[in-house]
């Protein structure tokens, strides 16, 4: 099994700051076939699903603002909101697809 | 547009099995695969299993072989997955998810709360 480690746990940060989540699997989810990082983000607000925020690990969904943005490969990923709205309270997680399916512990973002 | 719509909440004895649905709507659900995650109170996701919807074929974590069947109503367009021999700590929102083959998860169901509670 892919273990996720999500990091930090919380996060607070000022209106229009930067946030930066990071996650590394416990080995590459690198797939050579396809030339493409099997890693996801996903944000979940209270009471609601996980919304796919970033796919491929730098791709992002149709209708995701654009101060969201994913970097990283093989063992090492970042998710980073450039300019923090308050909309974006939430939690955040990663998930390989790789093998199966893991996710991170998640990552609290609140307004500081 | 792509709905998942998952059936109401559930309370069960320790012991008992639970059967949940996914209903699909808005795509053409041969074409998708279904994962079912669960997300116990203030935790993270767990996945739980997934089922090709065309060929019916499963995969279930080891955590839960033999207590979790994924099954689909391709007529229907409807994804189950069955829980048997309930513990408190099976006490979760459950959520069904499609996918495409080499993809993440993109659209989930709102989520069924199952309630373990003698």
């Not at chain 1, 480690?5 to 416990?26: F, H, Y």
């Not at chain 2, 074409?31 to 089922?51: C, K």
């Not at chain 2, 367009?77 to 929102?93: F, P």
Request: overall charge neutral; some cysteine; charged content about 15%.
């Amino acid at each position: 099994d892919i273990v996720m480690t999500q990091s930090p746990d919380s996060l607070a940060v000022s209106l229009g700051e930067r946030a930066t989540i990071n996650c590394k699997p416990s080995q590459s989810v690198f797939y050579s076939s396809n030339n493409k990082n099997l890693l996801a983000w996903y944000q979940q607000k209270p009471g609601q699903p996980p919304k796919l925020l970033i796919n491929w690990a730098s791709t992002r969904e149709s209708g995701v603002p654009d101060r969201f943005s994913g970097s990283g490969s093989g063992t090492d990923f970042t998710l980073t909101i450039s300019s923090l709205q308050a909309e974006d309270v939430a939690v955040y997680y990663c998930l390989q697809y790789y093998i199966t399916l893991s996710f991170g512990g998640g990552t609290k973002v609140e307004i500081k | 547009q792509v709905q998942l719509v998952q059936s109401g909440a559930e309370v069960k004895k320790p012991g008992a099995s639970v059967r949940l649905s996914c209903k699909s709507s808005g795509f053409i659900f041969s074409n998708y695969a279904m994962h079912w995650v669960r997300q116990a109170p203030g935790q993270s996701l767990e996945w739980m299993g997934w089922i090709n919807v065309a060929d019916g074929n499963t995969e279930y974590p080891q955590k839960f072989q033999g207590r979790v069947t994924i099954t689909r109503d391709t007529s229907a367009s409807t994804a189950y997955m069955e829980l048997s021999s309930l513990r408190s700590e099976d006490t979760a929102v459950y959520y069904c998810a499609r996918f495409v083959a080499a993809g993440a998860p993109d659209y989930w169901g709102q989520g069924t709360l199952v309630t373990v509670s003698s």
